[in-house]
Each structure stands twice: as C-alpha cells, then as structure tokens.
C-alpha cells in the first residue's frame, strides 16, 4: 500500500513549489514569538503552554495540514495531471496511502517539531509543556492531513474550505461553542497532550477515550473515503 514512485512525486511537489514557503514561514514565525516572549516574560509555564496551544496547535498545525493535505493531490486533479498517475499500474487506493503518509510526515516535520523547540526555548519543558504539545501536534497532524487529502480529492476549492475548517471552525467556534469543541481535531489532540503533561495546565473538553476514538474514525474514514472518490475518477476509454 505504498509506493515510493509516488511519494517522490508527491513530496516535490509539496517541497518544491511556493506553498513550501509557507511550510517554512509559519514554523520559523512559532520560533520567533517563542524567542520574543521568552525575552519578554521569562519562562512561564502558563505563558508557554498558551503561545503552543494558542498559535502552534490551534493556528499553525491545521494551516500546515491544510498545505500539506490538499497539495498532496489537488494540484493534480485542478491541471488534468494526475490523468497520468492514474494511468500508471499503481492501485489508486495504494495511491492515496501513499499520499497520505507524505502529507502526514510533511505535516509532523514542519509542525511538531518547531512546536518543541518552540517549547524548550519557553519554558524549557516545563511541566513536559514542551513534549505535550509536541505530542499532540504529531496526533493531529495523523487526522488534518487525512481530512485535507480528503478535501483535495472531492473539490477545487479545497484550500478554501480548508482553511474556513482550520481557521473558523476550529479557531473560532471550537473555542466559543461548547459543543462544537466534541468535533475539533484540536480538542482530540489537546486530550492526548493533557494526559501527557504534568500539573492541570494543559486542558481540553473531550475525554480521552473519546478523543482517541475519534482521531481514529475520522483518519481512516476520510483515507478510504478519498480512496473511493479517486477509483471514481475515470480515464479517457473507461466505461
């Protein structure tokens, strides 16, 4: 179920191309507020674990598994190429795997790891803030990248309503509205980071059994999901 053709093709694409500059923009941006609040405030446990949650899991995680997600094969279904993907003797579900476990170490790489750095350098792990947080941004890099492919595959407006999904939804109702937080892959990963943490200061409002549960159904729904929308694709000559 994976296919290391396609994965080359795929991680050029996602690497080489402007989004990359967003790739590398936000998580440099994570440092910098982390070195400038540092300087600023001094290690704060409180301080750190809101700079994390606030713009590392909450803003910066799901805009890059947008990226990622989507740029993984929307691109090639928006310009007819991935007609020639499809034509390849690969199956097309081993193709989305394959997709997908790009989209998921592009977003892990670019997301839970300045989330670490970003920690250390703000409190120096404190109360494991740090591994927290770092923790659930490679959880919910699994279920973005998952949801984002899904996205790519079933519309050419993805990175629009991804991002309405990470930004309104996830930023603004998943912190206002009580019972929109039960849907917010934020609030799941938030739950794996709380059990991680030491002390009460990392929180979320989804247990953890349901949490897990969810991450889970959601990743492999959206995978065989997009699985299905990309056998439905059918080339020139398919009856």
């Known amino acids: 179920m994976y296919d290391p053709t396609v994965a080359r093709l795929t991680y050029r694409a996602l690497l080489g191309r402007r989004r990359a500059l967003i790739l590398f923009a936000l998580p440099a941006l994570l440092i910098v507020i982390a070195i400038a609040v540092r300087a600023l405030v001094g290690a704060d446990d409180q301080t750190a674990s809101d ?43 081993t193709i989305i795997v394959t997709k997908l476990f790009v989209a998921i170490g592009v977003t892990m ?47 050419r407006h993805a990175v629009v309503f991804g991002l309405i999904y990470a930004l309104v939804w996830e930023a603004l109702f998943g912190s206002l509205v009580s019972g929109a937080r039960t849907l917010s892959v934020q609030q799941w990963a938030l739950a794996i980071a709380q059990k991680t943490a030491r002390g009460d200061i990392v929180t979320s409002d989804v247990s953890l059994p349901v949490a897990v549960v969810l991450l889970v159904v959601v990743t492999l729904a959206t995978t065989w999901y997009a699985g299905q929308k990309l056998r439905a694709l059918k080339l020139a000559g398919e009856e």
């Not at 279920?143 to 899904?150: D, E, M, S, T, W």
Request: glycine letters at 16%; hydrophobic letters at 55%; a neutral charge.
């Open 51 to 93: 700079v994390l949650g606030g713009f590392g899991l909450a803003t910066m995680v799901p805009i890059i598994g947008v990226i990622a997600g989507t740029g993984a094969i929307g691109p090639e279904i928006d310009d007819g190429s991935v007609i020639y993907l499809l034509a390849k003797p690969v199956k097309r579900p």
């Open 109 to 155: 790489a670019f997301s839970a790891l300045p989330t670490l750095v970003a920690g250390l350098i703000l409190n120096g792990n404190g109360q494991g803030i740090a591994v927290a947080y770092t923790i659930g941004a490679l959880v919910a890099s699994l279920a973005y990248a998952a949801l984002f492919l899904l996205l790519g595959t079933v519309t």
